[in-house]
C-alpha cells in the first residue's frame, strides 16, 4: 500500500474517491437518460424539480434512502439482503483497476520535521499488474448478486429473472472474453499503461516486415481491431442488462425481474451495480480501443513538457497533465455511456431465443474468427 504512512494514507483515500466517482455519477447519468429518452421520443422529461429537472435527482434520492424496509415472508433473509452488495461490488473493484490518468510524480517534500518522497502516485486505486484478467475475473462475479437477489427473495418473477440472467452472463461472457483476445495479441501485455503508450501517435502497423504510417489517424486500437470492438460493444451491453439484451428485467413478462422484491436503498445499489457495469465497460472500450485517457497525437510528456515552461514546478505540472488526461478519458466514456443510453430508447428487445442464438451462434463464432484472423494477420505483417 506504501513505504510510509504518507503513501498508504492517499493509496486508501484513491479507492474512497474511485468508489464515490461511480456512485455520484449514477444520479447524473439517471437523469441524462430521462432527458435524453424525451427528447429521442419528442416529450420534455424532467423538468419541473429545479433547473433542467435536475433537483429530482434529489427527489430521488430522499424516496430511495426513506423507504420503508421490508422483508418477503417467505424469503431467504441472508440471501436477499447480500445480494444488493453483491451486485454493487464488481463494477467498484472492476473501476478502480483501470488507470484514469497517468500517474502523478510528486517532488521529495519536507513534513512535520521529516524528508518525504518523492512519491509516484497511479491514478487507479490499485494496479496488481493482471489488468484485463483482474477485470473479468470479478466482472463475472456479479451473477451471483442476481442470483442470490432471485433465490433469495422467494419470488416466482425473481427466480426466472435470475435464472435468465446468469444465463445470459454466461453466454456473453464467452463472446466479450475473446473479443479481447484479438486486440491483447496486437498489443502482446495485459499491462493498462502500455496499451495506452502503444495507442499514442500517428497510427502505425507492420506489413512484411515494414512500418507503414499514416500521419492522420490516431494510433488507436479500433483500427487494428475493428470486430473485435464491435463484439466487444455488444457483449457489454448483454453483461450490464441494458436493452435490446435487458431480458432479466423484462417488465411485460416478469414485472422488474430479479430486483421485483426489492424497494428502498437494496434497490438503488442494484441501479448502483448495473450504471457501475457501463461506466466499466465504457473506460474499457476507451482503454483498449480509443487510447485511453491519451488525447490524439499529443503525448502526456508533450502536456508535461508544456507545463513546465510556464513555469509549472514537476509536482503541480504532473498532476496538471494527469487532470487534462483524466478530462480526455471522461470525454471519451461520456460519449460511450450516451450510446449505452441512446440504443436502450432506439432498438426493440430480443426474444430469449433470440438472444441466446445472437450469444452462442454468432458473436461466439465471430469472436473465434477474429481471434484466428489477427493471429494470422501479425504473422504475415510481422514476416520478412
Not at 497517468?102 to 494496479?127: C, H, N, S, T, W
Not at 502482446?188 to 501517435?201: L, M, R
Amino acid at each position: 500500500m506504501g513505504v510510509d504512512a504518507f503513501e498508504t494514507t492517499i493509496n486508501v483515500a484513491k479507492m474512497f474517491v474511485i468508489f464515490l466517482m461511480m456512485v455520484q455519477a449514477v444520479p447524473v447519468l439517471v437523469w441524462l437518460e430521462r432527458r435524453g429518452s424525451a427528447f429521442i421520443q419528442n416529450r420534455f422529461g424532467p423538468n419541473r424539480v429545479g433547473p433542467l429537472g435536475l433537483m429530482q435527482l434529489l427527489a430521488d434520492a430522499v424516496k430511495f434512502l426513506f423507504k420503508e424496509e421490508f422483508l418477503p415472508k417467505k424469503a431467504v433473509a441472508f440471501l436477499y439482503y447480500a445480494a444488493p452488495v453483491i451486485a454493487l461490488v464488481p463494477g467498484a473493484l472492476a473501476l478502480a483497476s483501470i488507470p484514469l490518468g497517468p500517474p502523478i510524480e510528486v517532488a521529495a517534500f519536507e513534513m512535520l520535521g521529516r524528508q518525504m518522497g518523492p512519491y509516484v502516485f497511479k491514478l487507479q486505486g490499485y494496479d496488481i499488474g493482471i489488468g484485463i484478467v483482474f477485470i473479468l475475473g470479478v466482472s463475472s462475479l456479479g451473477a451471483y448478486g442476481l442470483l442470490m437477489a432471485g433465490w433469495g427473495s422467494a419470488s416466482k418473477y425473481s427466480l426466472l429473472g435470475a435464472l435468465r440472467a446468469s444465463a445470459q452472463m454466461i453466454s456473453y461472457e464467452l463472446a466479450l472474453s475473446l473479443s479481447l483476445v484479438g486486440i491483447l495479441l496486437v498489443y502482446g501485455t495485459f499491462n493498462f499503461y502500455e496499451i495506452i503508450a502503444q495507442q499514442q501517435g500517428p497510427l502505425r502497423f507492420m506489413f512484411w516486415g515494414k512500418e507503414n504510417v499514416i500521419s492522420w489517424l490516431p494510433n488507436w486500437g479500433v483500427f487494428f481491431n475493428p470486430v473485435g470492438m464491435i463484439l466487444f460493444a455488444a457483449s457489454t451491453f448483454a453483461e450490464a442488462n441494458r436493452l435490446p439484451f435487458d431480458l432479466p428485467e423484462a417488465e411485460g413478462e416478469l414485472v422488474a425481474g430479479f430486483h421485483t422484491e426489492y424497494g428502498g436503498f437494496k434497490m438503488l445499489m442494484f441501479f448502483i451495480g448495473e450504471y457501475g457495469h457501463m461506466i466499466v465497460a465504457s473506460a474499457l472500450l476507451a482503454t483498449f480501443y480509443f487510447g485511453g485517457y491519451g488525447i490524439p497525437f499529443v503525448s502526456p510528456a508533450n502536456i508535461e513538457t508544456f507545463f513546465h515552461a510556464q513555469g509549472f514546478g514537476l509536482t503541480a505540472a504532473s498532476a496538471l497533465t494527469a487532470l487534462v488526461s483524466h478530462l480526455a478519458l471522461l470525454v471519451k466514456v461520456a460519449l460511450f455511456l450516451w450510446v449505452f443510453i441512446w440504443v436502450r430508447w432506439t432498438l426493440p428487445r430480443f426474444r430469449y431465443d433470440q438472444l441466446m442464438d445472437l450469444g452462442w451462434k454468432s458473436m461466439l463464432p465471430w469472436a473465434l474468427a477474429n481471434v484466428v484472423v489477427t493471429a494470422v494477420w501479425l504473422l504475415v505483417a510481422n514476416t520478412k
